[in-house]
């Protein structure tokens, strides 16, 4: 079972991650939506499309863009479409 963990909270848990350049992608589903907000923030990667991004709050404490997305990624990332990356701090566990 995957988890990611920030600020002392588990936030997304789930045994059907994808792996991707090293970071794994936790399904829509597994992740606590009470505890992301989304950001404005969009970045590009050319093989996987736009990323959109969102900001983990845990017990009042923000992580701006700690976790990101694709919306509709390209053919060649097609397995990520509707799962959830992080960074900046979070822990993930495989």
Same mark, same amino acid.
């Given at each position: 079972?995957?988890?990611?963990?920030?600020?002392?909270?588990?936030?997304?848990?789930?045994?059907?991650?994808?792996?991707?350049?090293?970071?794994?992608?936790?399904?829509? +589903?597994?992740? +606590?939506?009470?505890?992301?907000?989304?950001?404005?923030?969009?970045?590009?990667?050319?093989?996987?499309?736009?990323?959109?991004?969102?900001?983990?709050?845990? +017990? &009042?404490?923000?992580?701006?863009?700690?976790?990101?997305?694709?919306?509709?990624?390209?053919?060649?990332?097609?397995?990520?479409?509707?799962?959830?990356?992080?960074?900046? &701090?979070?822990?993930?566990?495989?």
């Amino acid at each position: 079972m995957a988890t990611a963990v920030w600020n002392g909270k588990t936030i997304a848990e789930s045994d059907k991650v994808e792996v991707v350049e090293g970071n794994l992608y936790f399904p829509a +589903d597994s992740i +606590d939506a009470d505890l992301f907000k989304k950001s404005a923030t969009t970045s590009v990667c050319p093989w996987k499309g736009t990323a959109s991004y969102y900001t983990v709050v845990v +017990d &009042g404490k923000e992580n701006p863009d700690a976790a990101w997305y694709y919306p509709s990624p390209k053919d060649a990332a097609k397995q990520i479409k509707d799962h959830v990356a992080f960074w900046k &701090g979070v822990e993930v566990r495989p």
